[in-house]
C-alpha cells in the first residue's frame, strides 16, 4: 500500500488559517470515512486530533477542523498558535482492513 | 486513565529479531472494541504504521512487513508486543504502541512515548 499524499510543508501567521491535503486512493480515502489526523511535536507522542473525517475527540481545540472530498482529505486549522507548529499526519482505513499513514506535513507558525 | 509504555531490546543485530512489549495501565487489554497497533518513525522520516491486533482476535499487517512482523496480547500480563525479524539498518526507528478505540472510528487514541531501536553490529 502507498503511504497518502501530502505536501512537505506549509506555513501560516499567527492567528491566520492554514489547510493541509491528504489524497489517497479509490482503496482508502475514496471509499471509507475513516480519516484521521495526528499532531507530533518532537520527542513527544502523536495526538489524535481528527477522527472520522470531521470528529474532534474531547479536549481538542475547535480551531481544529476536518473534512473530505473524493478521495482528498483536508485539516484546517483557524487562529494559528505558536503551539500549533509541529508535523502532522492523516491516516485511512484500507480496504484491507488496514491502516496507512501520509508522509507528514511540518507546519510552520511564522 | 489508560496509559501505555513501550519496553525491550534498544540494541538489536542484523538478521536477528526485535522484540518490544507494550505495557497497558489503568485499564484491561482484554476489554472489547480496541485494537492494539504498532506504529514506527525512522529516523528523519515519517510515521508508518506496522500492524495491529483486533479485539475480534484477527491481526492486520503492513503488507510491506507482514512477512515479518508478529503482534500478540498476553492477557495475563495486560500488555501486547511486537516481533520483527530477519532486521536491517532499515529497521532503525522510534517505535511506538497505541491503542484504537471503536468510538473514535480507527483513530488511535493513547499513544506510549516511543522507544528507540537501532540495528547495528
Known amino acids: 500500500q502507498s503511504a497518502l499524499t501530502q505536501p512537505a510543508s506549509v506555513s501560516g501567521s499567527p492567528g491566520q488559517s492554514i489547510t493541509i491535503s491528504c489524497t489517497g486512493t479509490?482503496?482508502?480515502?475514496?471509499?471509507?470515512?475513516?480519516v484521521s489526523w495526528y499532531q507530533h511535536h518532537p520527542g513527544k507522542a502523536p495526538k489524535l486530533m481528527i477522527y472520522?473525517?470531521?470528529e474532534r475527540p474531547s479536549g481538542v481545540s475547535n480551531r481544529f477542523s476536518g473534512s473530505k472530498s473524493g478521495n482528498t482529505a483536508s485539516l484546517t486549522i483557524s487562529g494559528l498558535q505558536a503551539d500549533d507548529e509541529a508535523h502532522y499526519y492523516c491516516?485511512?482505513?484500507?480496504?484491507?482492513?488496514?491502516?496507512?499513514f501520509g508522509g507528514g506535513t511540518k507546519l510552520t507558525v511564522l | 486513565q489508560l496509559q501505555l509504555q513501550e519496553s525491550g531490546s534498544g540494541l538489536v543485530k542484523p538478521s536477528q529479531t526485535l522484540s518490544l512489549t507494550c505495557a497497558v495501565s489503568?485499564?484491561?487489554?482484554?476489554?472489547?472494541?480496541?485494537?492494539y497497533n504498532w506504529i514506527r518513525q525512522p529516523p528523519g522520516k515519517g510515521l508508518e504504521w506496522i500492524g495491529y491486533?483486533?479485539?475480534?482476535?484477527?491481526?492486520y499487517y503492513n503488507p510491506s512487513l507482514k512477512s515479518r512482523v508478529t503482534i500478540f496480547l498476553d492477557r495475563s500480563k495486560n500488555h501486547f508486543s511486537l516481533k520483527l525479524s530477519s532486521v536491517t539498518a532499515a529497521d532503525t526507528a522510534a517505535y511506538y504502541c497505541?491503542?484504537?478505540?471503536?468510538?473514535?472510528?480507527?483513530?488511535?487514541?493513547?499513544w506510549g512515548q516511543g522507544t528507540t531501536v537501532t540495528v547495528s553490529s
Open positions: 479509490s482503496s482508502d480515502v475514496a471509499v471509507y470515512n475513516s
Open positions: 491516516t485511512s482505513y484500507t480496504s484491507r482492513s488496514t491502516l496507512v
Open positions: 491486533f483486533h479485539h475480534s482476535g484477527n491481526t
Open positions: 497505541a491503542r484504537g478505540s471503536e468510538i473514535v472510528g480507527y483513530g488511535l487514541d493513547v
Open positions: 489503568g485499564g484491561s487489554i482484554s476489554s472489547g472494541g480496541y485494537s
Open positions: 472520522d473525517v470531521s
